[in-house]
């Protein structure tokens, strides 16, 4: 047997000639937050001897100690809605009414269910080492107000997160984006009466990186800080600022599988689902120049940021690859960080729990490894209790959580006189996707209505859809939209839209055309000059200055993105490229002043993110020429 701990960010293991369990579980669950309170109960309910180990005093995560205390999206069905309806039956009873569910109330209708089922609570405690035979997880060693500990399981099921026993077990793990690592921004929750009521303010405070230390809790001061005012009136009181603060995105398992948003996007979905999440692909970011060109094909060139998609997620993003007896539960689960903002709702990381600890009672149940649960034997479990539910198997729907009678399924278009009258009006969206599924079919009939057409919409939506699908016949019309800085946006998001001339920006970027370099360059080099046409475009209309300063900001990031895809693949005009871009963000006085917010709230700045992104495609290019 061996020990693997973390010393100074390094996983290191030693030899262990004894088993050194002081006390040995069928389950042991790392994180008692939204998935893994769940887990813990689940798995306790039935009959297995479960040790809970949480590093904060309370169970519930994000529900609780998060005070993001509602739903937004995700599916519902699932053991969770039991609980649910004894957190009602509790908030009823209590003084202060909030609205949402009771945090307290949630928190102690989870450690009610925890004890009666027999889970062993350990708070302020804390994973610091794995226990492993071969490639298989035996137990842990963790750290409490007792000191050392180590506990020995069959399963340990790994809800921490940020998949911190998996990365301990020498799991495989990514992080954050592609281009730079960066993840999602994190939130930080304000609680407040007003009216009556304890209400929430869920701000978006920055991005950080939560495996080094120093950079998470200087993110959580400053985090906390920005949320305090002078002063508050009697009528609009603070209560407290919520503990934990609300993480999207962290380490992800490599799992024995990987879902990806180009396969969901594609309808290459899984036929073994344990459950359905469901949810729209958000960043919370400004810089949506810097991800993936399937996310940016999605979000900017199609305008669906108002669209909710139906995953189906199966087992085998929760089983790490080439590990035993071990699970993984919640926004650590094996997707990619493309896919990863839809997979994280809470009803959603409550059902990855349920699923879990049912997973763990049939492999200690049967004896069996996890790897061989069987399917058939899990689904029917699964579906009594309402985690998996067809009904939940959705599809793609125009989602409005402040009005969900407003949802709207979507059918993708494959009729080309329904795709052209989609082309035609000011919600393209559909029909451009719609045209992507359908791919070479239709660029010919995209080719006629963009050369032919008399009708401006049509002309360019055409052009974009032929764009998206990767046709350079378009590039005459999306030069003349970036040329007029076309200020049109597009209708189809409920937050969000995007303007037609920042998405030709993209997607001149995207088929790399040589010939848009120049004027890319006098764009990012010229910001004032991008200000007064906008202005006069819009004028008289309800658009207002931080509108206004955050579409500045789109056309200089996805004018310096596209510019690094055209230099790397153009040599002749690297050092042409490289000039403007050093010109544009060397002080970098104009990205900061485009990135904040005049309101007094705080929203993370990007400058020094992307002068680091444009220091590496320098460095690269240099690197290139002196070899």
């Known amino acids: 047997m061996k020990l693997l701990q973390k010393v100074d960010a390094l996983v290191v293991e030693k030899g262990v000639a004894e088993i050194p369990f002081s006390e040995s579980y069928d389950v042991i669950v790392a994180g008692l937050g939204t998935a893994g309170a769940i887990a813990a109960i689940a798995a306790a309910r039935r009959g297995l001897k479960v040790l809970g180990i949480e590093k904060m005093n309370g169970m519930g995560g994000t ?19 039991e609980l649910d309806e004894v957190i009602e039956e509790y ?169 990806t948003l180009s396969d969901e996007l594609q309808g290459q979905h899984t036929e073994e689902p344990v459950f359905y999440a469901s949810a729209d692909v958000d960043k919370h970011g400004r810089d949506n120049a810097m991800e993936s060109e399937v996310l940016q094909d999605w979000l900017v060139a199609s305008n669906l940021g108002a669209v909710n998609i139906c995953v189906p997620v199966p087992l085998g993003v929760m089983i790490p690859k080439e590990r035993e007896g071990i699970l993984v539960a919640g926004r650590c689960m094996s997707f990619d960080h493309d896919l990863s903002s839809c997979v994280r709702m809470q009803r959603d990381m409550q059902k990855a729990g349920e699923a879990a600890a049912e997973t763990a009672w049939l492999s200690i149940r049967r004896s069996i490894s996890i790897h061989d649960v069987s399917y058939e034997e899990l689904r029917p479990i699964l579906e009594q209790s309402g985690c998996l539910d067809e009904k939940n198997n959705t599809g793609a729907i125009f989602a409005y959580p402040a009005n969900p009678g407003r949802n709207k399924s979507i059918e993708w278009l494959t009729d080309r006189e329904q795709i052209r009258e989609g082309l035609s009006g000011e919600r393209p969206g559909v029909a451009i996707w719609s045209s992507k599924r359908l791919g070479g079919t239709i660029i010919p009939y995209l080719r006629e209505w963009m050369e032919a057409a008399e009708a401006e919409f049509l002309k360019k939506h055409s052009a974009i859809a032929l764009a998206v699908l990767g046709d350079p016949s378009s590039l005459p019309v999306l030069r003349d939209m970036v040329k007029q800085r076309d200020s049109f946006v597009l209708q189809d998001c409920r937050k969000h839209n995007q303007m037609r001339g920042y998405m030709a920006i993209y997607l001149l ?96 700045s990007v400058t020094e993110n992307i002068k680091n992104v444009v220091k590496a495609a320098l460095e690269g290019w240099r690197e290139a020429k002196s070899r």
């Open 509 to 604: 970027g995207k088929l790399r055309d040589k010939e848009i370099i120049p004027e890319l360059c006098h764009i990012i080099e010229n910001p004032e000059e991008l200000h007064k046409p906008l202005y006069e475009m819009n004028a008289g209309s309800s658009i207002d200055a931080a509108v206004f300063r955050i579409t500045y900001f789109q056309y200089f990031i996805h004018s310096v993105m596209s510019l690094i895809k055209l230099g790397n693949s153009y040599e002749e005009s690297r050092d042409v490229i490289g000039k403007s871009l050093n010109r544009a963000v060397e002080d970098g006085s104009y990205i900061q002043r485009i990135t904040s917010r005049e309101s007094g709230t705080y929203e993370y």
């Open 63 to 81: 529900g609780t100690a998060g005070a993001v205390n509602g739903y937004y999206f995700g599916s519902p069905g699932g053991f969770f809605e």
């Open 91 to 259: 908030h009823g009873k209590v003084y202060t009414k909030f609205s949402g569910f009771n945090p307290d109330a949630k928190k102690y209708a989870l450690e009610r269910a925890a004890l009666e089922h027999g889970v062993q609570l350990c708070y302020e405690s804390t994973v610091i080492g794995v226990f492993m035979e071969g490639n298989c997880v035996k137990g842990i060693q963790w750290i409490g107000p007792r000191g050392l500990n180590a506990s020995g399981c069959q399963v340990v099921i790994d809800c921490t997160g940020d998949a911190e026993v998996s990365h301990l077990a020498g799991c495989k793990t990514h992080m954050g984006r592609e281009l730079d690592g960066r993840s999602q921004p994190f939130t930080s929750v304000k609680v407040c009466l007003k009216g009556g009521n304890m209400v929430r303010t869920n701000l978006d405070s920055g991005c950080t990186d939560q495996t080094n230390a120093f950079h998470l809790s200087d993110g959580i001061v400053n985090a906390h800080a920005r949320q305090l005012e002078d002063a508050y009136p009697e009528e609009d009181r603070l209560f407290y600022l919520a503990p934990l603060i609300g993480i999207r995105e962290g380490r992800r398992i490599e799992g024995k599988v990987t879902l």
